[in-house]
């Protein structure tokens, strides 16, 4: 398997607090991602990294941002979790923009 | 971006061959065939990618019409562990490098 670790693998907090997650991987792969993926919406793209510094957003990135401050650690931050940020994130690594991906085993997320 | 479009589920027989329909008819010529499958509550896994040619590994087989607007994933000998929801995604070339997954197959291997 893949190194690569997600934490927390479960956290609940309360609307309006800041949470980060964090991705980490062991592979020193030059792409990483963060996907949530909700019940009848599938996984969908928040914001990727094509190195360190480097980073753009997905498709769903409003009120998420990241950092990726060295090639292993790419954090994911709810500056301000809403109800509807809960959800299931999964982060992926890869080698290059157009090869497979790699994904953790996800961080189950619930803001009350 | 290349849609693909698959069946929402389909049923096999424990040790049959399951054979997976994904169509891509706006597939532009740089763009590659990925499959990806997720079992229940875990991160998705790589299965296999193809451009043009037919692609085997330990896991399946990719089988890629020669229009390439079509490919069909095969397993060969399922097992109740291959129950998944199968992702047939087109991707690479240009702009277009990221993973986007749509609805996929939930394939269900019955014993």
Redesign the interface.
């Known amino acids: 398997d893949a190194g690569i670790t997600q934490s927390p693998r479960h956290k609940v907090t309360e609307t309006g607090t800041p949470v980060t997650l964090r991705c980490h991987q062991t592979e020193n792969h030059r792409y990483m991602?963060w996907?949530r993926q909700d019940p009848g919406h599938?996984?969908?793209?928040i914001h990727?990294s094509y190195g360190v510094k480097d980073t753009d957003k997905?498709?769903v990135s409003d009120g998420y941002s990241v950092s990726r401050s060295k090639t292993e650690d790419f954090l994911l931050t709810l500056e301000s979790a809403t109800s509807s940020q809960t959800s299931v994130y999964?982060c992926?690594i890869s080698v290059a923009?157009?090869t497979?991906?790699?994904?953790?085993?996800?961080t189950r997320l619930t803001v009350v | 971006d290349a849609k693909t479009t698959q069946p929402t589920s389909m049923d096999c027989a424990e040790g049959r061959a399951a054979n997976l329909p994904c169509n891509h008819s706006t597939i532009s010529g740089n763009e590659?065939v990925?499959w990806y499958r997720q079992i229940h509550?875990?991160?998705?896994?790589?299965i296999i990618?193809g451009l043009k040619n037919n692609e085997t590994n330990e896991m399946a087989s990719l089988i890629i019409t020669e229009d390439r607007k079509s490919s069909t994933l095969i397993l060969p000998h399922a097992t109740l562990r291959d129950t998944a929801v199968y992702y047939c995604i087109v991707?690479?070339?240009g702009s277009n490098?990221?993973?986007?997954?749509?609805?996929?197959t939930l394939l269900t291997v019955n014993p």
């Open positions: 991602y996907y599938g996984l969908r793209l990727y997905g498709e999964f992926a923009a157009n497979e991906a790699f994904f953790g085993q996800g | 590659y990925y509550s875990q991160g998705p896994q790589y990618h991707m690479g070339g490098y990221k993973l986007t997954f749509g609805k996929g």
